[in-house]
């Protein structure tokens, strides 16, 4: 509010004006309005509610009551300041090709973790254990209190930094749900860390970057087994060739 003044609204205005010069429309008018400071992310959070994903998942907040049906595995998700509540395309289609992807034992590592849901959900469906790894102060301490909502502290371990952080091992499933220019020039270094015939569930994508991915996925070793898409995303499963 204090960088506003008259001066700068009537450069927007012409720059509106000047955008609409080509239409037939009437110009719109320019209204200029002081909105209350609240916590906007206390109103964000009334807006969740439980939600079903895949076959068995069901994503709840903990300040939400959920009855679940028989075979449901429900995931208690927080997610405060960071990404992945099931409400966004790219973690519902990450979940449900961990549906299909997790086995009994597995060893996961989740890049850009986030909440946590994903590498909660892996373990829930049968991974051994998973290591989560996120740049993001906010997702280190969320996705650990997630972990230790839902009694998987124990089997998931948390790290702030880059997939370079992340000590010596390889991992039986590796996921990332990040975009498209941050999955590229990374998936040498993913395959790398997979024990054969490992593979990876990559999202974040949008159905224009599918072909750039394949051919880097190809170029790393990796050959596409399964795809899923919602809307304009999707996500992809990838197995060591």
């Known amino acids: 509010e204090h960088r506003w003044s008259p001066a700068l609204q009537n450069e927007v205005g012409d720059v509106v004006r000047m955008l609409h010069s080509s239409s037939r429309s009437a110009v719109p008018e320019l209204l200029v309005t002081s909105i209350e400071n609240i916590d906007w992310n206390a109103e964000w959070e009334k807006t969740i509610r439980p939600i079903r994903v895949g076959q068995r998942i069901v994503i709840a907040p903990s300040w939400h009551t959920h009855a679940p049906e028989p075979g449901d595995l429900v995931l208690t998700i927080d997610p405060k300041m960071s990404f992945g509540t099931g409400y966004h395309e790219t973690t519902r289609l990450s979940l449900c090709l961990l549906e299909k992807s997790v086995k009994t034992g597995d060893r996961v590592l989740d890049i850009g973790t986030g909440t946590g849901v994903l590498a909660i959900a892996a ?98 070793g990796l050959r596409v087994r399964a795809r899923e898409s919602e809307n304009e995303w999707i996500a992809l499963s990838l197995q060591l060739t």
């Open 123 to 220: 373990v829930k469906l049968g991974a051994a254990s998973a290591v989560g790894v996120d740049i993001d102060e906010w997702s280190e301490m969320n996705a650990r209190e997630n972990a230790r909502v839902n009694g998987v502290d124990d089997r998931f371990t948390v790290l702030r930094g880059t997939l370079a952080d992340v000590p010596p091992g390889r991992f039986d499933l590796v996921m990332a749900n990040i975009q498209r220019s941050v999955l590229v020039p990374m998936m040498p270094a993913m395959a790398q860390r997979l024990e054969p015939p490992g593979h990876v569930v990559l999202s974040g994508l949008l159905i224009g970057d599918e072909e750039e991915i394949t051919a880097s996925a190809m170029a790393a």
